[in-house]
């Protein structure tokens, strides 16, 4: 198939982690931008736990590399009945993307929310409030989180009207800015993914297919 051929998909990785995240991602953000235009992929998102220390060289680092950047943040949500909580995951996963200079001032006050606080890491472990996600929306597109996100997990666990509950709750906050994400990994993803979409379809929301990205190398991954 030719390059400029009208059929052509290109995908963007909307979930990457770089080593801003810590005891996660392994990456810098200059090899990340690289490692995208070695690809050919024309747009990159980055998306560290609950943190933009990245955003300013990350963005320089992929114009660098004429890649267009996408500045997002991961976050944790906390759920909307404890009782979610007892399948093991912690607070559900979000994935916040800047779709501009509003997006970006969203993210800088949420992420504030949980860096500012001398306990930082029991605030992010916590996720944020339903609340505040809501006050601090504008602008922002919000992928659902894929299997660590609570759709995602509610469906996992046979309970389709708690996913119906969270992605009705999203598409609340962020209408057609709120998309839901999916993982396939395992034989077992194929049944979650065909009910993610129906879902999806139900509440009038997009689905996007997810590959989270902590680093560029097998040798890297986590031992």
């Known amino acids: 198939m030719s390059a400029d051929s009208p059929s052509l998909v290109t ?9 801003f995240t810590l005891l996660g991602g392994t990456a810098s953000v200059e090899a990340l931008a690289q490692a995208a235009a070695a690809d050919g ?3 990159l998102a980055l998306t560290d736990d609950h943190a933009l220390y990245g955003a300013v060289a990350f963005r320089r680092a992929c114009q660098a590399a004429d890649v267009q950047p996408i500045i997002g943040m991961a976050a944790r949500v906390a759920p909307l009945d404890a009782q979610d909580l007892d399948d093991g995951g912690g607070a559900g996963l979000l994935t916040l993307l800047a779709a501009g200079p509003a997006g970006y001032r969203s993210l800088c006050r949420l ?10 890491l029991e605030a992010a472990a916590a996720g944020l409030s339903w609340d505040a996600l809501k006050e601090q929306s504008a602008g922002l597109i919000c ?8 759709v995602q997990r509610r469906l996992a666990a ?6 119906l509950r969270y992605a009705g709750r999203l598409a609340g906050i962020f209408d057609e800015r709120a998309w839901l994400a999916l993982e396939l990994h395992r034989p077992a993803d194929v ?16 689905a996007v297919a997810v590959q989270p990205v902590y680093c560029l190398t097998p040798q890297e991954r986590p031992r």
Do not use: F, K, N, Y
């Open 11 to 19: 995908a963007t990785h909307l979930h990457v982690h770089s080593h």
């Open 41 to 43: 992929l024309s747009h």
């Open 111 to 120: 992420s504030s929310l949980v860096q500012a606080r001398p306990d930082r």
């Open 143 to 150: 992928l659902s989180g894929g299997r660590q996100g609570w």
């Open 158 to 163: 046979g309970d389709r009207a708690g996913a």
């Open 191 to 206: 049944p979650l993914a065909q009910e993610l979409v129906e879902l999806a379809g139900r509440l009038g929301l997009g």
